[in-house]
């Protein structure tokens, strides 16, 4: 109706009566920049949590963006399913978010998802792995862990002949073998330690050249069961070249008809990352077998559910896995992973 007509329009009633009709800010913007400004969001939100169907996984600063995918998509879900029923008006962006946090979401559950008892291939083998942060764990603390845990297999990463030297002097009732994979000389950082507990009997260990040399264990009671304990180098700028090299490098380990295999060890990679999935196919993580393939070991100043499990016990070739605890020693950015490892006797 018009004011010809004698009734004044609703909208002219309103605005006489409480001025001007607010409008959002967003209704102001012009049609087109309303949808560009969608576009982005929803690209902004796949980048974040599907860097690696995009391709940019291997690509800093996306990569780093693993440390948060969890946290994240559960965020991007509970909050579009909010938009949606506050702003239905808001569906043509908001659905697209929500098709992308459910993608993302796919690929997270399995590994909350325990696969049930592990088949016992042969004599258990408790293996555990904990990065030192440069030498600077606790030693008294780590000792006691070993003395109360008793793990037939420590690997650690960022750990030379100094700190190997000194754990060894801490334990010494315990009877352990060690190595380290790098000559005295260089500082611990650059170094990977593995000590094999009296019930291995006589395994050998042999360096595997890496940006940061790893062990490999072999014989006495592993039987046909090759042990590595790896530190791979880290997606950030200088090392992110050699890194998916490396990566690749664990089919050595992992790749069908390579024989029972265990590696442990900082890879500096999770399941989010193809490079990851590629270079392990074939092999079974202890974590995500747990359901507890989300539970971050690094950094151990956040909370569990905060960061990445960048550490890792994985087993092929017929090797099997119970049990996943994580760990934690003073003094290191890393919590510790240990595992049982069933091996072929």
């Given at each position: 109706m018009?004011?010809?007509?004698?009734?004044?329009?609703?909208?002219a009633?309103?605005?006489?009566?409480?001025?001007?009709i607010a409008?959002?800010?967003?209704?102001?913007?012009?049609?087109?920049?309303?949808?560009?400004?969608g576009?982005v969001?929803?690209a902004?939100?796949?980048?974040?949590?599907?860097?690696d169907?995009?391709?940019?996984d291997?690509?800093?600063?996306?990569?780093?963006?693993?440390?948060v995918?969890?946290?994240?998509?559960?965020?991007?879900?509970v909050?579009?399913l909010?938009?949606?029923?506050?702003?239905?008006?808001?569906?043509?962006?908001?659905?697209?978010v929500?098709a992308?946090?459910?993608?993302?979401?796919?690929a997270?559950?399995?590994?909350?998802?325990?696969?049930?008892p592990?088949?016992?291939?042969?004599?258990?083998l408790?293996v555990?792995?904990?990065?030192?942060d440069?030498g600077?764990?606790?030693?008294?603390?780590?000792a006691?862990?070993l003395?109360e845990?008793?793990?037939?297999?420590?690997?650690?990463?960022?750990?030379?002949e100094?700190f190997?030297?000194r754990?060894?002097?801490?334990?010494?009732?315990?009877?352990?073998?060690?190595?380290?994979?790098?000559?005295?000389?260089?500082?611990?950082?650059?170094?990977?330690?593995?000590?094999?507990?009296?019930?291995?009997?006589?395994?050998?260990?042999?360096?595997?050249?890496?940006?940061?040399?790893?062990?490999?264990?072999?014989?006495?009671?592993?039987?046909?069961?090759?042990?590595?304990?790896?530190?791979?180098?880290?997606?950030?700028p200088?090392?992110i070249d050699?890194?998916?090299?490396?990566?690749?490098?664990?089919?050595r380990?992992?790749?069908?008809?390579?024989?029972?295999?265990?590696?442990?060890?900082?890879?500096?990679?999770?399941?989010?990352?193809?490079?990851?999935?590629?270079?392990t196919?074939?092999?079974t993580?202890?974590?995500?077998?747990?359901?507890?393939?989300?539970?971050?070991?690094?950094?151990?100043?956040?909370?569990?559910?905060?960061?990445a499990?960048?550490?890792h016990?994985?087993?092929?070739?017929g090797?099997?896995?119970?049990?996943?605890?994580v760990?934690?020693?003073?003094?290191?950015?890393?919590?510790?992973?240990?595992?049982?490892?069933?091996v072929?006797?």
């Amino acid at each position: 109706m018009t004011e010809r007509s004698g009734v004044r329009p609703l909208e002219a009633e309103v605005e006489a009566t409480t001025g001007p009709i607010a409008v959002p800010r967003w209704r102001r913007l012009p049609r087109a920049s309303r949808v560009v400004a969608g576009l982005v969001v929803v690209a902004a939100i796949a980048v974040l949590l599907v860097p690696d169907r995009l391709g940019l996984d291997q690509t800093l600063p996306f990569v780093g963006f693993v440390l948060v995918r969890a946290p994240a998509t559960l965020a991007v879900i509970v909050l579009g399913l909010l938009a949606l029923a506050v702003r239905a008006r808001w569906w043509p962006t908001v659905v697209p978010v929500l098709a992308i946090g459910c993608v993302s979401a796919v690929a997270l559950v399995p590994r909350l998802v325990p696969d049930g008892p592990g088949v016992d291939q042969g004599p258990d083998l408790v293996v555990l792995v904990q990065n030192v942060d440069r030498g600077s764990a606790d030693v008294p603390a780590l000792a006691g862990v070993l003395r109360e845990r008793r793990p037939d297999v420590l690997v650690l990463p960022e750990a030379g002949e100094p700190f190997r030297e000194r754990l060894a002097a801490a334990i010494p009732e315990l009877g352990y073998r060690s190595w380290s994979s790098v000559p005295r000389s260089d500082p611990d950082a650059l170094g990977t330690t593995v000590f094999a507990g009296p019930s291995l009997g006589d395994v050998r260990a042999t360096p595997v050249p890496a940006r940061f040399p790893w062990l490999e264990l072999t014989g006495g009671a592993l039987g046909p069961t090759r042990l590595v304990g790896a530190h791979l180098a880290s997606p950030v700028p200088g090392l992110i070249d050699v890194w998916p090299g490396e990566l690749a490098s664990l089919a050595r380990w992992c790749a069908p008809g390579t024989g029972p295999a265990v590696v442990l060890g900082d890879l500096n990679a999770t399941a989010d990352l193809r490079a990851f999935r590629s270079g392990t196919a074939g092999c079974t993580d202890a974590g995500d077998a747990a359901g507890k393939g989300l539970l971050a070991t690094w950094p151990a100043g956040l909370p569990r559910w905060l960061g990445a499990q960048l550490d890792h016990v994985l087993v092929g070739g017929g090797a099997g896995v119970d049990g996943f605890d994580v760990i934690e020693v003073p003094g290191t950015d890393h919590r510790g992973v240990l595992v049982t490892v069933h091996v072929q006797a």
